[in-house]
């Protein structure tokens, strides 16, 4: 059983054993939720993702697929990177962003991770649909079977954080 849970704020002050990065193929940085968490990470995690990107990465991590670093000055033990799709209005990508969150949530498990936070992958610069976003997210955690105890969804504004209380309901 997972135990689901909003809260609205920065997911970089979270402490929780793992949180996930919403970030690109390159795994070298960008904006939004990617650019804070190395920010506030420090460089211990943007190089252990140039040591990947370097041997089991070389092309990169694909979208729906999930990785795990250091989280170097985070309260987190590990940061877990993904790539969500980017938003199409005529191609369904919701397999692949559903896949975001369940290929995240196996790779916690792997780690022992008790408590993961999710920041809604996509949903920023992909240009996913915050509502819609919001409900493949909890959709997908509450179908996955990592048997992670306890879940976050950290909402960065207020509207977002309505949505996702009221998917959870
Ligand atoms: N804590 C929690 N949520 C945040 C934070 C934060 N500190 N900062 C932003 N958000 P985005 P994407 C929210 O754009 O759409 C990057 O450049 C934000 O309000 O970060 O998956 C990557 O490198 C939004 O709701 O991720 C990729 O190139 C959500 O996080 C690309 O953006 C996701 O927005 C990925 O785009």
Redesign the pocket.
Known sequence: MTTIEVVQG???TVEVDAIVN???SGLL????????IHRAGGPEILAECRQLRATTLQDGLPAGQAVATTAGRLPARWVIHTV?PVYSASDDRSATLRSAYTASLAVAADLGAQSVAF????????G?PADDAVRQAVGAVRESDSGIPRVLF?A??AR?ASLLRGEVG
Do not use: R
Request: proline fraction near 4%; aromatic fraction near 10%.
């Open positions: 920065d997911i970089t919403a970030a690109n940085g960008g904006g939004g939720v990617d650019g804070a969500g920041p809604l992958i996509s949903s920023g610069v992909y996913w950290v960065f504004d977002m």
